[in-house]
């Protein structure tokens, strides 16, 4: 079946940057948005940034302007950059992607850990 596969985590110090990439397996025709979501342990999953199939984004009011996401959602592509790192950003980055416009996305990627540490 079908899966998304994140990539590009690691250990970065406070400030710093990173990017993350994440890729289906197989194309997926009807996926309209795709998201990156990422969850801090025993913290509550929580929406980093998305992308239309149209390109418009939207972000989190606590990652705009550190935050950036970009790709082709119609090839199933996104990438989500990540600038002025804190320890606060420590957290699991998840992929995910939808064919509709709702929040119960269908496809979820394996994620990725990020941490921001001295």
């Known amino acids: 079946q079908v899966q998304l596969v994140e990539s590009g985590g690691g250990l970065v110090q406070p400030g710093g940057s990173l990017r993350l990439s994440c890729a289906a397996s197989?194309?997926?025709?009807?996926?309209?948005?795709m998201a990156w979501y990422r969850q801090a342990p025993g913290k509550e999953r929580e929406l980093v940034a998305r992308i239309g199939h149209s390109g418009v984004t939207n972000y989190a009011d606590s990652m705009r302007g550190r935050f950036t996401i970009s790709g082709d959602v119609a090839k199933n592509t996104v990438y989500l950059q990540m600038n002025s790192l804190t320890p606060e950003d420590t957290a699991v980055y998840y992929c995910a992607a939808n064919a509709n416009w709702g929040n119960d996305y269908m496809y979820w990627g394996q994620g990725t850990q990020v941490t921001v540490s001295s």
């Open positions: 197989r194309n997926i025709f009807s996926i309209v948005v």
